[in-house]
Structure formats: C-alpha cells, structure tokens
C-alpha cells in the first residue's frame, strides 16, 4: 500500500487543492492492482512469484471497504463538517442485511437441519420466522434492504438533527449514541438477529461457495468495482452544484442559510448518501469476513473510521481512501507483532494527527509545496530587488 | 447471654440475687451431670432430665437444643460426653459440646441420643423461650419473627406469657402479630378471628400474606374468608406503593451516579465547549486510584475512603491539568478536533491501566460501615452504599456551586464561559481559567471513580459506558447549568428505573436515548437553557 501512494504521490498531490480532482487515476490504479491480484490468485501456481495468497484477497477486499466506509465518513465530514461519530451503525446495518441473506441461503445445511429457521432461532425455540425476515431469501430484495434500512434510519435522524439544527459536538455524540443504542438493541435474542453471536456459518451467495477462490475474487473485484464507482460519483456530486452549496454550508451555515438555501434538506441528502455508502461497505465486508455480530456497532469502530480520514485528508476523498488503506495496513502489522501496543499507537495517532496535521497527509504535502514555491519566489522577487 | 437475661430477674426480685449467684456456682457440675444422665435415660423420663437442665441455664442449652430436635446430638460411649454432629465441607464430624472443639471419632464409638414428638415440642417451646428471652432486643424480635413461620401452640403460648413482660416496643408489636396471627388461624371464635385478620392488616411481612391468602380460600367460614380478601388487598395495595418508593430509591440512586459522572462533564463543556472523551477514563482512574489506595492500607478498609477521595481528585484532576496543557490549548476553538484527540487519549489510557494492573477487573472492599442495608419494613430496603452515594453525590454537588459561586476561581469560570473575550479583556487569565477548570471537572470525575468502585468491579473499560450517559445529562439538563445537571441526572435515573421492569434493562436504556433525540429537537438547549447573551 505504501508503495501505491508514494508511486501516486507525484500524479495525485499536485492538484490536492481541487477537491477529489485526482479520481481518475486512483480508480484506473484500484481497477490494474485488483486485476494483478485475481489474476495472481487464479492463474498461477503457489509456488510462482506472482502467486496471490487467498487470504491476501480477503484482506485486500476488507480494506476496500473500510475505504470504501472511510470514503461516506469523508463525503459527511470533509465536505459538510458533519462528524458523525456512528457511521459504523450504516455499515453494519447492510452488513445485516446481507448476513440475512447468507443466512436464509444456508437452508437446511444448518446444525439442526431446519430448512427455514436458522440455527439460532432454532436454539431460541421459534416456531416460525419473524415477519421481518420474510424475503431475505431473495438476494435482490435483500440488497435492497440492505441499502434502504439505513438509508432510511439515515434520513430520519438526519431530518431530526439538522431541522433542529444540532451541530457540532452535540451532533458527533448523538449519532454516537445512535450506534450506541443500536448496538444494545442488536445484542438482545429477542430481536431476533442472533443476539451476541450475530451471523455466521454462512455457505454461498448467488449458488457460488463462499470458501471457494473464484467467489472470493469476484468478491474482491465487485468491491474494487464499487468503491470505484462511489469514488467517482462522489467526485461527481461535489463538483456539482449540490457539492459547491455543501461546501458552502460546511463554511458558514448561516450565511448559506440566509441566502436562501434550505441548508438542511442539502444535508439531510448529503447524509443519506453517506449511509448509503456505507451500507453497501457493510454488505461487501460480510460475505468476505464470514460473520456480522452486534461487535461492529461499538462507537470506537465508527471513531476509528475518523481518524482514517483524519490520517489521510478530509474532503479529498482519495485521501480518505489511503488513510484507511495505510491504517489498516499498519493495524494488521501491529498486531500481529505487539498486540498491546496498537491502541497506544492509535490513541497517538489521534493526538498526533489532530494537533500537527489538521489536514492530514494530503494536507502536508500540499502545504509543503506551497512552502517550496512560496520560497522560489520570495527568492526570485530578492534577486529581482 | 443466658446470664444476662438472668440479670433482668435480679432487678426484679432481690432475693433472686443469691439464688443466681448459687445456681452460677454450682452450674459446672450440674449441667456436665445431668447432660450424662441424658445418654442413659429412659425415654420416658428424659422429658424431667431436660426440664432440670433447662433449670441450669446454661448458655449451651440453645445449641444442644437445637442439635437435638434436629437429631444431631451424640454421645461417645466410651465416655458419655454429648456431641454435636455437624457436617464440614460434606464431611460430618464431631464435636465436643461442653468445649466446642472438634473431636475424631467413627462411627462405632458413638450413638444418638433418643428423641420423640413429645420430647421435639418441649424442646422446641424451650428453644423459642430461650431465644425470646435474649438480653438484645433485636434478637428478641428476630426470634419472635422466625416464629411466623413456624409458629404451634406451645411456642405461641410461652410468648403469649413473654408479651406480658416484654419493655421494647418493636418487639412488642411482633409478638401481638404472631399472636393474632395465631388468633386468627386456630381461634374458636369468630368474632376474634375478624379482628385478629383486621389486626394483620398492619403488616406487611410474606408469612402474614400467606396466611391471609390461605384464610381467604378456605370455605368453612365465608366471612372470614371475605375479610381476608379484604385485608389482603390492604397489604398488597401498601405492597406495591413500596414497590414504587423502592423504584424511586433505585431511581435516585442511579441517578446520583449519573451526576457524579456528568457535572465535572458539564464544568469543562459549559466553559470550555468541548467535550472531553477521556472523562470516562478520569473516573476509572478515580476508581483504580481507590484500588491501590486499598493495597497500601489494607489493615484499614474502612478509612480507606477518606484517603481515596482526595487522592482520586489529585490524580484525575493533575491528569486533567496535564491533559488541557498538552493538547487541549492547542486545539481551541477547534471543537470536533478536541474531541477527537480527547478520544485519543482516552485509549491510551485504557491501555496503559491495562498493561499496568491487567485487563481483568479489580475488586475494590467496601467499608464495613457502608456495606449491608436498612430494613424500613419488611419490604423496603435501604442498601447502605447507595444511599451514601447519594448523600455524597449531592454533596459534591453543593460544594461544587459553593466554589463557583463564592470563590474567585468560580467568579472567573463563570466569567469566562460567558464572554470569553470580555473576560479576556478584563484581564482575567483565559489560559489558566482553563487548565483549573479542566483540573476541577477531572477532579470530580475522579471522585465520580470513588463512588463506582463501591457499586461496580473496577475494570479499564469502566468509564467508556459513561461518557454518552454523561454527555445525555448534560445536554438534557441545558449546557452551562449545574442546576439542569441535578435535575436531568435524577430524572433519566428515575426514568430508566421506571421503565426498567416494564421494557427490561436494556430496552429501557433505549428508550431513554430515543428520547433524549427526540427531546433535543423540541429544546434544543435542554431543559434550562442559559439566558441572555451569554447564551450564543
């Protein structure tokens, strides 16, 4: 990953300014790697050089949708200056709505063999399948609950917040409490989700199983293929003139305001977007992750997903993407050689970021080019006198 | 203690004094002597062997009562000594009944002591009587209220007698419900059954509703039984409005804890505007400094506290300090930055308390003088812990109005949570207004810590529950408003409790979070929003 953003850092940081003008070729980059990584995986032999393990792909796809998760969090945040601190709410309530699915899919090749219940309501002692259940077995139904539960739940709360006009702090801890809330909510049995084991066990998806190579680079590549296509059309929106009015909304609400926007209908849209985004990240993550449980709504998820976009650069978009790529990337590392040391290293980074880089890597290397040719010219306008 | 209520008799008649002091004398031998007779007895004449030794008075009567009843008590034979049998971790062993100490024996060398129902009912009126006449008026009453349940003829006559001369109130009235609880079940007349039913009403504890419930089923005597039901519905109507006070109490006292946590919150957010993530880990922080604080003093618990409170409030409120001038300076004005390095610093302190103490939960003593609780009646408690909880919450609560308002660090905390420029400009010093104001708010958070340790096992994640909890109060009670913060603390507290039995626990604290949402849109500002200009 570090080799990707330095290979980019020349193409990508020279119009920084602009915000998400280097799409193109980030997209074109996600498109060669994730075609190098299934070819590698599929067509060579373990022992050849340019063999792609399978648990690569797995990781490499559950870093496209943290990306892809970092991504919603910066389309609210970098553009509109809405720091929702529950973002992880929408992934994970897509990533329900596809487990769901999985679930139905299993049949009868549970535990107990019922082909309708899965295993825990089984265990649970249910007769029938809760209403809300009903269709999950129809995959495209099931996507689009995936996408519209927390599109829905999105609108509501967004419609709630920013007619009252909540901000700041005071909107950042509500949608913490959201998650929060949610979290208690899915960790009950009564709910009828798997209480705190969640989903798991899942067998295939659209007949392919789920174990096999072939699925888990189709997988990988439909979600290279998703982030690429929410990437550009986010670079789309905000270039738009709905992108320009939530600038300005994220500069000063007010003055927007009295110029005779409805601020907060741009907002309430903005932010279902952003769910959505999320959503569909959730419902790519199960299927390669194999298990969604009430885990993934803690608050400390969707507060990690921040510092991602803190990382790499809010309102760039890219710089979204890579913070999440290279965190992630160091997260998988670190833990792997000192357990304990990477909440200290994430608790630094936090501060660190927050206090020396308020605009992320992006930022730097930006403000350190300006620096360059602030310089240049002082210097030429010296020579000059 | 048999002695003791001997004393009482003394007062009474003064030529009971030589008697005593001769029966004291010579007890030694009599009760060894007769307590030997009992091993070779006939049955029929035990009855007079125990009736003289029960003449003795010897304080071991009520254990070798008890075993004997229970048919417990043995003999060696080799020797004729009584003994207890009494079973140790499954095991029975012996024991020596005149000493106490346990003695080796099998089986072989020992046998029972004979007992029938004639001899059980004498012994039991003996065991009652003996217990009824302990010199603590409390155990008087504990006795006669363990005869509820098994109360029958003999027991209810010896405290019939008893009641005659009983001087303490509370046991006075215990013994006229057992008795008119007896009136009311064996009476011959009808007339003094009602009463005796109409008497119960006074009472609220279980064998009293059993026997009401039983009273009101029975079909021989229907006026009886429909007086029952009507004094069945007395009690369960007083029942249920103490079901309710006890929610209250619960209610409160969670509330407490919700204050404790939230007002050093709602100090550094009213002032300053932020919101500090890392207050949840100033209360663990409080409650890991009681746990060490325990481990140096561990021969004194019970002061313990007095020492934890003042540490808690040095070690959060030098951590907060330390925190304000390290990170939280920089980042003024800056709101959603501060909250994010705060969070920063809030995992790393989690991390730290884990690698120092380990991630498993530290269990913090409660004081002696805390622990255990009031009984109001027989369905109202009152655990002690909470209700000092309670007392302290409140109390920090005013000390801290009393620094705010009366103080000159209060004077300028105020003055810069107002006008932060004006108060600059009068040349107040914003810098330092700040760090003491975050010192003070960690500080409480820290002495939050204290609290908790005595009601939850002390852990890293302690505090990471609290800081939506505290964050809801705040906003709820009006940002910039310690009033607002002591009523919406007890509100939500009493809130969750309420609908605690009705929705379940989680689905309560739910509840409470939808409509906190929900509240916001209708005042955004909470319930007592800060007036004039200062209020934006």
């Known amino acids: 990953m570090t080799i990707m953003s330095s290979l980019l850092s020349n193409q990508l940081f020279k119009r920084s300014g602009e915000p998400g003008a280097v799409v193109a070729p980030f997209v074109g980059l996600l498109i060669i790697v994730t075609l190098f990584a299934s070819v590698g995986n599929l067509a060579f032999s373990e022992t050849s050089i340019f063999y792609v393990s399978t648990y690569t792909i797995t990781l490499l796809g559950k870093y496209l949708c943290y990306a892809m998760l970092a991504l919603a969090v910066d389309i609210v945040w970098g553009y509109c200056g809405i720091l929702s601190l529950g973002h992880a709410a929408f992934f994970a309530l897509g990533g329900y709505g596809m487990g769901m699915y999985l679930m139905r899919q299993i049949g009868d090749r549970g535990v107990y063999g019922n082909p309708l219940l899965p295993d825990f309501m089984v265990f649970l002692n249910w007769q029938e399948l809760p209403w809300y259940w009903q269709g999950f077995d129809n995959f495209g139904f099931a996507m689009l609950m995936a996408l519209a539960v927390p599109g829905l739940l999105a609108f509501v709360f967004g419609w709630l917040a920013f007619r009252s006009r909540v901000t700041g702090v005071y909107l950042s801890i509500m949608t913490q409490a959201l998650t929060y809330a949610l ?33 888990r680079v189709a997988l990988l590549a439909t979600t290279a293929f998703m982030l690429s296509v929410t990437l550009l059309l986010s670079q789309a929106i905000m270039k738009s003139r709905f992108g320009k009015v939530i600038i300005a909304v994220r500069d000063t609400e007010s003055r927007s305001r009295f110029l005779g926007y409805r601020t907060e209908r741009y907002k309430v849209w903005l932010f279902v977007y952003s769910a959505v985004i999320a959503a569909i990240a959730g ?36 710089g979204a993407v890579l913070g999440a790529l290279l965190v992630n990337y160091a997260k998988t590392r670190l833990t792997a050689i000192f357990p304990e040391a990477w909440l200290f290293a994430l608790g630094a980074l936090f501060v660190l970021v927050t206090l020396f880089l308020p605009k992320g890597l992006f930022g730097l290397f930006g403000s350190l080019k300006n620096k360059l040719v602030s310089s240049k010219t002082s210097s030429t306008a010296e020579e000059v006198a | 203690m048999f002695r003791h209520a001997m004393n009482i008799r003394i007062i009474k008649t003064l030529s009971a004094l030589l008697l005593a002091l001769s029966i004291s004398w010579v007890q030694a031998d009599t009760f060894a002597d007769l307590s030997a007779e009992l091993t070779t007895v006939k049955l029929s004449k035990t009855k007079a062997v125990l009736e003289q030794l029960t003449e003795t008075k010897d304080p071991r009567l009520l254990v070798m009562f008890e075993a004997m009843v229970e048919g417990n ?177 619960f209610g409160l006292s969670l509330g407490s804890v919700l204050l404790l946590a939230s007002i050093g919150l709602a100090i550094t957010f009213g002032v300053m505007g932020v919101i500090n993530m890392a207050h949840g880990e ?96 027989p369905v109202l408690f009152v655990t002690l812990n909470r209700f000092y909880i309670f007392i302290f919450a409140l109390t920090v609560f005013a000390a801290l109005v009393l620094i705010l308002n009366k103080t000159s660090l209060g004077l300028n905390v105020r003055a810069v949570s107002q006008n932060r420029n004006m108060a600059k400009a009068m040349g107040i010093k914003t810098a330092k207004v700040d760090a003491m104001t975050f010192g003070l708010g960690s500080g409480i958070a820290g002495i939050a810590g204290v609290a908790l340790s005595q009601l939850t096992n002390v852990g890293p994640n302690l505090g990471q529950g609290y800081i939506i909890d505290s964050f809801m109060v705040v906003v709820f009670g009006g940002v910039g408003n310690l009033f607002g913060t002591l009523v919406a603390a007890f509100t939500l507290g009493i809130a969750n409790k309420v609908f605690e039995p009705i929705t379940g626990a989680v689905l309560a604290s739910i509840l409470v979070l939808v409509f906190i949402i929900l509240f916001i849109q209708k005042r955004p500002k909470g319930l007592f929003p800060q007036k004039g200009r200062a209020a934006e």
Do not use: C
Request: proline residues 3%; charged residues 20%.
């Open chain 2, 73 to 249: 008590l043995y003999y060696q034979e080799s020797t004729s000594e009584l003994l207890v049998t009494e079973s140790i971790k499954g095991v029975d062993q012996y024991r020596r009944l005149s000493s106490g100490e346990l003695i080796d024996l099998s089986k072989d060398e020992t046998a029972k002591v004979k007992v029938n129902n004639a001899l059980r009912i004498y012994l039991r009126a003996e065991i009652a009587r003996i217990q009824l006449t302990s010199e603590d008026a409390d155990e008087r009453k504990e006795a006669v209220e363990a005869l509820y349940k098994k109360m029958d003829k003999s027991t209810v006559a010896t405290v019939a007698e008893l009641r005659a001369s009983e001087t303490d109130a509370g046991v006075r009235s215990a013994m006229d419900i057992l008795m008119a609880m007896d009136m009311a079940k064996n009476g011959v007349d009808l007339s003094q059954r009602i009463e005796a039913v109409q008497f119960l009403t006074s009472s609220l504890e279980p064998p009293v509703r059993n026997l009401l419930i039983e009273l009101a089923d029975q079909v021989e005597e229907p006026k009886l039984a429909i007086e029952a039901g009507v004094a069945l519905n007395v009690i369960e109507g007083k029942i249920s409005f103490f079901n309710k006070v006890d929610t209250i109490f």
């Open chain 2, 282 to 377: 100033m209360i663990m922080l409080g409650a890991y400094t009681t746990y060490v604080v325990q481990l140096l003093m561990p021969n004194y618990i019970d002061a313990s506290i007095w020492v934890a409170i003042p540490a808690a409030f040095l070690v959060s409120g030098l951590m907060g300090v330390l925190i304000e001038r390290s990170v939280i300076q920089f980042l003024h004005g800056r709101p959603l930055e501060t909250l994010l390095a705060t969070f920063g610093i809030s995992l790393i302190l989690q991390q730290l308390v884990r690698t120092v103490f380990s991630p498993l939960n530290r269990q913090v003593d409660t004081p002696s003088w805390m622990s255990g609780s009031i009984e109001l009646n």
């Open chain 1, 183 to 215: 979290m208690l909510a899915f960790f009950r049995n009564e709910m009828g989700f798997g209480g705190n084991n969640g989903l798991t066990d899942f067998k295939d998806i659209l007949g392919f199983n789920l174990q096999s190579d072939t699925t």
């Open chain 1, 283 to 318: 419902a790519l993550y199960v299927p390669q992750i194999g298990i969604i449980n009430p885990g993934e709504f803690t608050p400390i998820n969707s507060i990690e997903v921040v510092i991602w976009v803190a990382i790499g650069g809010r309102g760039t978009l890219i």
